[in-house]
């Protein structure tokens, strides 16, 4: 049986011993915490702090004895379970006494003299301890959890510690957020990222000066960061988007959107724009990345497609310094655990694959490399097929890199063996040229979204129409099955669809009737009677030039 | 004289409140089933001071259920407050918990549109 002893006299007299015991305790305490007084005068004496959390967390409660009087120092607010006698009382101690009641360096000094009205009944006097507030802030959407680090010094330290965002990602309180970079508004690089928040349908504006300038770059996520890989930026008129003069990057920078902040991770070694990346998940420590360098390859025949003579090549590949500093032979590159975590000691390790792309004189580039998130090290891989052709879009699924050109051909690269292998896939129906179909990998599972002609309704004279498909590789058999129509046009031929979980993100952006246009459309490849959904269409794209539609790229992100 | 029966004290808990948590114990008891939802649904509608309260039984009694839904719904009291209306709910002192950090504002401005 459980004895209720708040309301009866015997609770006051244990209440009384409670204070007195612990004043003294109090008394050096409450000097030490003297604060300035607030002007309002206030109200009764809470029930609730003589008792309460005294053996640690939460509110620390003392008294003063009767000799010590409080100057005036009372909050506004009242307490309204006095007035209302919700199973409280005001004790009854001489009305010198004082109750000092603090939490965390706040202090509440209630006199027994007036009670006053709570403003709008909304000053509640409770104090939460620390791991209440956290259980409740840990399950707000990201633009709650923003809003809580504002309120006040404890809850920003609370809500930014590695555990707290563990607790988070592991009760699954997050939700997908898709960042939409590469916008151009009045010919300069924006440096505005969108990013868009799928729970709430809601679009925000990041202003990053970092990436100001860059363009043509590509973009990954993983775990809550996106990297940003390569990329050009204008020689002559920085900020713009200037092609006719461009520097192209090494390098790799990482964006985290929870404290909109950035960093660098370690450059690659080739200087790409647009690479095609992939990212893989590693769960064993004793994979490696079987390195292979360029020299080896010098004696392969190479893949020229653009007709770029080789008179204007890299006039360094021929240098004996390079030579030197790639040894001929094949090395197993391994890591050592470093000590200095550059990620975090909750992260895994994971790869970024960056396959192709449009190197340093405009050439399309066959090399490709991996970077390492254990050593921060890029080590250069076995280069695509020669009879490949220009990679146009790749993912990682079920540990292999995939790679699908413009030319159709498709590949594969197995991390573990390090080498490339040919699938030879029972062939689509022809798609329409100028559109590049984009691989997506969900759940280990392996799609294609591809631009077809479909007969028009078998009339005859009647045009035939293009649709975008949705398949899906058999990974066994290697057969395409359509899996869905999109039930946009395609107006974009540089749609960009990114997969996450269970969802492929479509985004596309076109210029139609003088009017810059865009519509995000997402896909449930989990629920096969489920078509495309329309999830935001013409918010974001109005103001941005045309030429945003070429240089947008897109990451989803669990925040 | 020797007692049969335990006597458990919790000062910290009011009659009131509970009454509320053996209420809850109760019709949790049999399992979760759709009943028990929609009165969870109805048990969580209270004003703030009753949730509070509740949280903080739920916690010093240890009911993980309990914990978890009184949390959600104070969690939720947050959802579309600015920061300064949730100092007010949350009995923030102004004075007292200033964050100092230089780059308060600047850090996520984009949670704000």
Redesign the interface.
């Known amino acids: 049986?459980?004895?209720?002893?708040?309301?009866s006299e015997t609770?006051l007299h244990?209440e009384l011993e409670v204070l007195s015991v612990s004043k003294r305790l109090v008394r050096s305490l409450s000097q030490k915490l003297k604060?300035?007084n607030h002007e309002d005068d206030t109200s009764g004496i809470s029930l609730?702090c003589p008792?309460?959390?005294t053996l640690g967390g939460g509110c620390k409660v003392g008294a003063t004895t009767g000799e010590e009087f409080c100057e005036t120092g009372c909050?506004r607010?009242s307490s309204?379970?006095v007035e209302e006698g919700?199973?409280?009382k005001p004790i009854c101690v001489p009305e010198d006494m004082n109750v000092d009641c603090f939490s965390?360096?706040?202090?509440e000094r209630f006199r027994k003299r007036s009670i006053r009205k709570v403003p709008e009944a909304?000053?509640?006097?409770?104090?939460?301890?620390d791991?209440?507030?956290e259980?409740?802030?840990?399950?707000?959407?990201?633009?709650?959890l923003?809003?809580?680090?504002?309120?006040?010094?404890?809850?920003?330290l609370l809500t930014t510690t590695p555990r707290f965002m563990q607790l988070r990602r592991n009760g699954l309180y997050q939700s997908p957020w898709m960042f939409l970079f590469g916008s151009v508004k009045d010919g300069f690089c924006s440096r505005e990222i969108h990013?868009y928040d799928v729970f709430f349908n809601k679009?925000?504006?990041?202003?990053s000066e970092v990436i100001k300038g860059r363009f043509l770059f590509s973009v990954v996520s993983i775990q809550e960061n996106v990297y940003v890989v390569g990329g050009c930026s204008s020689l002559n008129n920085f900020g713009k988007l200037d092609r006719s003069s461009v520097k192209t990057h090494k390098g790799v920078l990482v964006f985290s959107p929870l404290?909109?902040s950035w960093h660098k991770v370690a450059s690659m070694k080739h200087a790409r724009s647009k690479p095609i990346l992939g990212v893989y998940e590693v769960n064993s420590d004793r994979l490696t990345i079987k390195s292979q360098h360029s020299r080896q390859d010098r004696r392969l025949v190479r893949t020229r497609i653009g007709g770029v003579s080789d008179v204007y090549e890299d006039p360094h590949r021929l240098s004996v310094r390079r030579q030197l500093r790639y040894p001929a032979d094949e090395t197993e590159v391994s890591y050592r655990p470093k000590n200095h975590d550059p990620i975090g000691k909750d992260s895994k390790r994971f790869l970024i694959m960056a396959a192709g792309g449009v190197g340093s004189w405009d050439e399309p580039l066959n090399s490709c490399e991996i970077y390492d998130s254990l050593c921060n090290k890029w080590t250069e891989i076995q280069r695509l097929p020669g009879d490949f052709g220009v990679i146009c879009s790749g993912t990682f699924c079920n540990g292999m890199f995939y790679g699908y050109s413009e030319t159709d051909n498709l590949v594969a690269y197995d991390v573990e063996r390090g080498y490339w292998v040919r699938i030879q896939s029972i062939t689509l129906p022809a798609r329409v040229h100028e559109y590049y179909p984009k691989i997506i990998s969900c759940e280990n599972r392996l799609f294609m979204v591809s631009v077809s002609w479909c007969e028009g309704d078998g009339q005859i004279g009647r045009r035939n129409k293009a649709v975008r498909k949705l398949w899906e590789l058999d990974l066994v058999y290697l057969n395409w099955e359509e899996i869905s129509t999109h039930p946009d046009a395609p107006m974009d031929w540089n749609a960009t669809f990114v997969g996450d979980k269970n969802m492929i993100f479509g985004v596309e952006m076109f210029k139609i009737f003088g009017q810059v246009l865009d519509f995000l459309t997402m896909f449930d490849v989990s629920d096969v009677t489920k078509n495309w959904v329309h999830v935001s269409k013409n918010r974001v794209a109005h103001e941005l030039d045309v030429s945003s539609c070429l240089t947008k790229s897109v990451a989803v992100v669990h925040l | 004289m020797i007692a049969d029966?335990?006597?458990?004290?919790?000062?910290?808990?009011?009659?009131?409140?509970?009454s509320k948590v053996l209420e809850y114990c109760n019709i949790h008891g049999a399992g979760a089933d759709d009943e028990t939802r929609a009165f969870d649904e109805q048990f969580v509608d209270v004003d703030?001071?009753t949730l509070?309260?509740l949280?903080?039984a739920a916690?010093d009694l240890k009911i993980k259920m309990l914990?978890d839904i009184v949390?959600?719904r104070?969690?939720d009291m947050?959802?579309g407050?600015?920061?300064e209306e949730?100092?007010?709910?949350?009995?923030?002192?102004e004075?007292?918990?200033?964050?100092?950090?230089p780059l308060?504002?600047e850090?996520?401005?984009?949670?704000?549109?």
């Open positions: 049986m459980i004895t209720e002893n708040l309301t609770s244990q604060r300035k609730r008792t309460m959390y909050r607010r309204s379970s919700k199973g409280y965390y360096g706040v202090k909304e000053g509640v006097q409770v104090f939460l301890p791991d209440i507030v259980m409740c802030l840990v399950r707000l959407p990201l633009t709650g923003m809003k809580a680090r504002l309120v006040c010094k404890k809850w920003r990013a679009w925000h504006k990041i202003d404290t909109n | 029966e335990i006597v458990l004290s919790f000062p910290n808990i009011t009659r009131v409140t509970m703030q001071k509070f309260d949280v903080l916690h914990y949390g959600e104070t969690g947050m959802k407050k600015t920061p949730i100092r007010i709910i949350f009995n923030i002192g004075n007292s918990c200033v964050d100092d950090h308060q504002k850090l996520n401005p984009w949670a704000f549109e």
